[in-house]
């Protein structure tokens, strides 16, 4: 008589999101469990959820790793969203978080190569007026070259960056989101929160502006569930022990290795550059 009694295996299964993801939205608990065979009703999957997190020790839940204005971590991701004219379209962002107060930017990228990282990441910096003791990178494809003999070769583009800013880099395995302290999944949080959750007119004007209003909500009015208080009431301590930025972000060169080809031109994103004729064949810094 009555609904038949939940599975032990469902708890566990709650559990396992909530350890991964402490911020997991319940909408989206109740989508994976569907997922894998177990279609609870919404209003049981609260009920669940309320029972583990009681389980749960609050340290779990709530984790601190340093102090402010000592880590921020960067990600790229990319996500499809969805227009009012029902068509989808694939967009690129970059994800910036320091990581005591939970401050957060967000911006539109066209790829995911070195000049739209450093670009964003300075932006990240000018927004939240200050630079952090270290940057950890999630996805480190475009800060990492290669590694020889175990050692990273690091892009020189961004590594002069991290000279002029007086940053230092760290860097975590893709998909491990405990390392360094980051208890959330910094661009899958963006992905579920903001662009799957919304529809946009465009992508030119629309989803910006939606875009400023979002962060505007999640870093001033919502608090944040880790911290019990908007992030923007913990950024003026955060910006109290972050150093000021060296360069304004619009000011700043990147500086981009290069070798002058045998007809004195330098090649650099399909845009060519001449330069004097002794140069041929020299090694050269392109100021961008």
Known sequence: ????????RVHEQVRELLLAEPEIPPGEVWRRLRETGTPLGLSTTYR???????????????????????????????????LTTGVRRRIHFAAYRLKWSRWMHVALVPSERV????????????????????????NPKTVVLRREEGRPVWN???AQVVVDYGFGVELCTPRSPEQKGSVENLVGFVKRAFFRARRFVDLDADLPRQLAEWLAEVNEVRPNRATGEPPAARLAMERARMKPLATPAAEYGLKVPVTVGPTAMVSYQGVRYAMPAKACGLPATLHL
Do not use: K, N, Y
């Open 156 to 158: 020189a583009t961004l």
């Open 1 to 8: 008589m009555g609904r038949p009694s939940l599975d032990g």
């Open 48 to 82: 669940v959820l309320g029972e583990v997190r009681q389980q749960i020790p609050a340290e779990v839940l709530v984790r601190f790793e340093g102090v402010a204005g000592e880590f921020a971590q960067f990600d790229f991701g990319q996500v499809d969203v969805r």
């Open 115 to 138: 000049e739209p990282l450093v670009r964003s990441l300075l932006a990240g910096f000018e927004a939240s007026s200050g630079v952090p003791l270290r940057v950890v990178f999630d």
